[in-house]
T-cell receptor, first 117, second 112 residues
Framework: GAVVSQHPSRVICKSGTSVKIECRSL??????MFWYRQFPKQSLMLMAT?????????EQGVEKDKFLINHASLTLSTLTVTSAHPEDSSFYIC?????????????FGSGTQLSVL | SQQGEEDPQALSIQEGENATMNCSYK?????LQWYRQNSGRGLVHLIL?????REKHSGRLRVTLDTSKKSSSLLITASRAADTASYFC????????????FGEGTQLTVNP
């Protein structure tokens, strides 16, 4: 099946710094990728939909200037958490829709655990 | 906002027993999907059932869908310790470019 690679898997940073998370589709082209945030023992909260070559679509309540999303190619989307604060500490997961007959299901990266000190 | 509600929130069973998880949703859907998440990892797609289907099987998994009640169930038969994970239902409303809306999840623990 399709593979989505997400890096880094874990990052610890100081408050005020920016952190970039990469999401790559390894064996297929993903015109659309999704970024989720997940708190412990909770469900996934969709943050934004990333479209290749255009601006991301953010969900209500998600700060565009805080969470910068870039989808410059069909295989790479990045999420940058700018000026991170402790409340941004969370598990961030990207996903992409499959292609062809698999286009209804999502393939997920392995997630990034962000800890802001 | 999350439209899927799942119950139970947590389920603990013994190996070999069956596990049933339920999911309810609010809007019309194109399909409903079940995903599994091991702790600290991404989600893995398990099975998809379309709105015109009532039941689907895949190995030890059995999914039912009742669109009149807007509910679905996931049954795992002959559970194994390796089935321990969180299970999420996700609904697809089917509009162009639509995203999936995930339920709250059920934490399943299978004791050896």
């Amino acid at each position: 099946g399709a593979v989505v690679s997400q890096h880094p898997s874990r990052v610890i940073c100081k408050s005020g710094t920016s952190v970039k998370i990469e999401c790559r589709s390894l064996d297929f082209q993903a015109t659309t990728m999704f970024w989720y945030r997940q708190f412990p023992k909770q469900s996934l909260m969709l943050m934004a939909t990333s479209n290749e070559g255009s601006k991301a679509t953010y969900e209500q309540g998600v700060e565009k200037d805080k969470f910068l999303i870039n989808h410059a190619s069909l295989t790479l989307s990045t999420l940058t958490v700018t000026s991170a604060h402790p409340e941004d500490s969370s598990f961030y997961i990207c996903s992409a829709r499959g292609q062809g007959g698999s286009n209804e299901k999502l393939f997920f990266g392995s997630g990034t655990q962000l800890s802001v000190l | 906002s999350q439209q899927g509600e799942e119950d139970p929130q947590a389920l603990s069973i013994q190996e070999g027993e069956n596990a049933t998880m339920n999911c309810s949703y609010k809007t019309s859907i194109n399909n409903l999907q079940w995903y599994r998440q091991n702790s600290g990892r991404g989600l893995v797609h398990l099975i998809l059932i379309r709105s015109n289907e009532r039941e689907k099987h895949s190995g030890r998994l059995r999914v039912t869908l009742d669109t009149s009640k807007k509910s679905s169930s996931l049954l795992i038969t002959a559970s194994r310790a390796a089935d321990t994970a969180s299970y999420f239902c996700a609904t697809d409303e089917g509009t162009s470019g639509s995203r999936l809306t995930f339920g709250e999840g059920t934490q399943l623990t299978v004791n050896p």
